[in-house]
């Protein structure tokens, strides 16, 4: 029996399980994570603007290992050992035969110590319901994004609608370091984006950093000090330690670079945001609809591998992307096509019913919606 570790369970990790157990011979296959919960990342901002609870953005990893049979390892990855071909946790370790990275990344605070204490994140459906819980509990004078990617976006409209729902005009500043917004999209998106960040009255400061956070006070490299304020983090993300520490070639994120197979090395593979893909000469970007590919592939070329067949090549197929924005006046490309308004935001709740697990959850996230 060939033995395969798995780390990580989201949308990567789990579509290799279900490509491995689908396949009828006898595999020992034990998934790795942190976290009890599959956790529904796309929908997580909605949790602020647009009250879906976030029980309905979460399923247990439990219940998936029974009914794909695998065993599921409810612990936190402490290092891997590539030539010893073992994965140590912090009270065991698992040899293998095949290894999949698909851990996923995680906020990024640079070190900054202080700013971690003070500032929220959003890396699951827990961050999504503390957030929700300070907004419930504590009125701000300000409400502070750090980082004006697709998620500091996304945060800053639901605030908005949050608020909105509250009868309340509070300040909404997205602090964001380079000069503009939505890093590598077109200038399109970024123009229409910026549009209705400004019809929403939502300030973005350009060339900007946070210096500086204490308890409920921020302040930024203009100096200004801003007092009773919220702040949520979204300034970047990179991979775990352990996967910072492995001595293979990464990005600056820490991503680890990969071949047309999906391989670190021979019998270790990497999917999902842990992967760094080279597609038309630059990194695919991280997305949800790659993950789930590329963890169904890894699971192909793990059992092909053990078959002795050659191993298939990744070929991604870029089904487009949207910034889904509260007030429904989101914007995107979908196979090729610009899309603005309604539309997008459609099509976005469409996908996340369909990639949510669970009648429970599908049911909840409609219901909360309406």
Aim: with cysteine; glycine share 6%; net charge positive.
């Amino acid at each position: 029996m060939k033995t395969i570790v798995i780390i990580g369970c989201g949308f990567a990790g789990l579509n290799a399980v279900q490509r491995l157990t689908n396949h009828k011979s006898g595999l020992g296959i034990t998934v790795i994570d942190k976290n009890p919960y599959f956790n529904f990342l796309p929908a997580l901002p909605d949790v602020i603007g647009r009250n879906i609870h976030p029980d309905y953005l979460r399923y247990p990893i439990k219940h998936l290992s029974q009914k794909l049979k695998f065993n599921f390892i409810e612990e936190e990855t402490r290092s891997i050992d590539l030539e010893k071909n073992k994965v140590f946790t912090s009270t065991q370790d698992f040899r293998y035969d095949y290894l999949v990275i698909a851990s996923g990344t995680e906020t990024n605070f640079y070190g900054n110590s202080e700013i971690r204490q003070c500032a929220y994140k959003l890396d699951d459906a827990e961050d999504a319901s503390l957030i929700r819980d300070a907004l419930d509990k504590n009125d701000f004078d300000y409400y502070i994004i750090s980082g004006a990617g697709y998620t500091g976006i996304e945060i800053a409209t639901n605030l908005r609608a949050y608020l909105n729902k509250k009868s309340k005009d509070k300040p909404i500043v997205i602090v964001e370091k380079a000069a503009g917004i939505l890093g590598p999209l077109p200038d399109w998106i970024k123009n229409y984006t910026r549009d209705n960040l400004k019809r929403l009255n939502i300030r973005v400061l350009l060339n900007s950093s946070i210096v500086k956070a204490e308890k409920d006070k921020v302040i930024l490299s203009n100096q200004n000090t801003l007092n009773n304020a919220l702040l949520i983090w979204t300034a970047g993300v990179k991979t775990p330690d352990f996967v910072q520490n492995l001595s293979v070639d990464k990005t600056p994120q820490g991503r680890l670079k990969v071949d047309r197979y999906l391989r670190v090395r021979d019998n270790c593979f990497a999917a999902g945001d842990s992967a760094s893909f080279t597609y038309n000469s630059s990194f695919l970007r991280m997305a949800v609809q790659f993950a789930i590919t590329q963890g169904a592939l890894v699971g192909s070329n793990i059992i092909r591998s053990i078959q002795g067949m050659n191993l298939e090549p990744y070929q991604p197929r870029d089904l487009g992307y949207i910034i889904p924005m509260a007030n429904s006046k989101s914007c995107g490309q979908v196979l090729g096509i610009k899309i603005t308004g309604r539309l997008p935001t459609f099509f976005h709740y469409v996908m996340c019913l369909y990639r949510s697990f669970g009648m429970r959850n599908k049911f909840g996230i409609i219901k909360d919606l309406l």
